[in-house]
C-alpha cells in the first residue's frame, strides 16, 4: 500500500508557474515509475508528465517545454514545475505511482486565471 498526498496547487495568473509535490509513505523504490495527472472539467483524466526511477521522462505534447518532472528518492517525493501557464492548465492534478498495482493521490487544484 502506498499513500501518496499532492500539495501545491494554487490560483494563478497566465504565465505564472506552480511547483506541485507529492510525497509517498514509506520509501519509494526505484522500480516505481511516478507521474502527473490531470482531470479538468468535463474532460477524461489524461497524463501530463512521467518519471522512472531511472529518470527517464515522458511528457504530453500540450506541456512540453513548459513542464518539468523530477523525482528525489531520498525524500521520497516526486514534483512537478509548471511555467508559463495557461487556462488550458486549469485542472485537478493527480500524483500516480505503479510498479504492481497503481496508486493514486487526492488530487490538487490548479487553477489558471486572470
Known amino acids: 500500500q502506498v499513500q501518496l498526498v499532492e500539495s501545491g496547487g494554487d490560483l494563478v495568473q497566465p504565465g505564472g508557474s506552480l511547483r506541485l509535490s507529492c510525497a509517498a509513505s514509506g520509501s519509494i523504490s526505484s522500480n516505481y515509475e511516478m507521474g502527473w495527472y490531470r482531470q479538468a472539467p468535463g474532460k477524461q483524466r489524461e497524463v501530463v508528465a512521467t518519471i522512472t526511477g531511472g529518470g527517464s521522462t515522458y511528457y504530453a505534447g500540450s506541456v512540453k517545454g513548459r513542464f518539468t518532472i523530477d523525482r528525489d528518492n531520498a525524500k521520497n517525493t516526486v514534483y512537478l514545475q509548471m511555467n508559463s501557464l495557461a487556462p488550458e492548465d486549469t485542472a485537478v492534478y493527480y500524483c500516480?505511482?505503479?510498479?504492481?498495482?497503481?496508486?493514486w493521490g487526492q488530487g490538487t487544484q490548479v487553477i489558471v486565471s486572470s
Open positions: 500516480n505511482a505503479r510498479r504492481f498495482f497503481i496508486y
